[in-house]
């Protein structure tokens, strides 16, 4: 069974940072691409950035220049670094593993619980 936990959420003044962490358990994560998503009050699941097997990252416009997603594979973990956030990041944040990286949620197959992050101007 492969579970995904995040952690690292909370809330920060608009400008500040936050480091969320996705545990994976069952397999490796090297395994899995995994993906990081974003859901805001009344919208959908919003594609964030991914990191393959291989260790290449993409991310969203959005965020593009304030996230970067790193992988520690000793400690099956998956970083995603927030800097610079604003109040439009403020969403429950989901990290989710899968055989393809992708930026469409339907690619991943595990997901973990997910976070809150919120940012106050």
């Known amino acids: 069974q492969v579970q995904l936990v995040e952690s690292g959420g909370g809330s920060v003044l608009a400008g500040g940072s936050l480091r969320l962490s996705c545990a994976v358990s069952?397999?490796?994560?090297?395994?899995?691409?995994v993906g990081w998503f974003q859901q805001a009050p009344g919208r959908e699941r919003e594609f964030v950035g991914f990191?393959?097997?291989?260790?290449?990252?993409f991310v969203a416009d959005p965020v593009k220049g304030r996230f970067t997603i790193s992988r520690d594979n000793a400690a099956n973990t998956v970083h995603l670094q927030m800097n610079s956030l604003n109040p439009e990041d403020t969403a429950v944040y989901y990290c989710?593993?899968?055989?393809?990286?992708?930026?469409?949620?339907?690619?991943?197959?595990?997901w973990g619980q997910g976070t809150q992050v919120t940012v106050s101007s």
């Open positions: 069952g397999r490796t994560s090297r395994t899995y691409a």
């Open positions: 989710a593993g899968g055989v393809t990286p992708s930026d469409n949620a339907r690619a991943y197959v595990y």
């Open positions: 990191i393959s097997q291989g260790g290449y990252t």
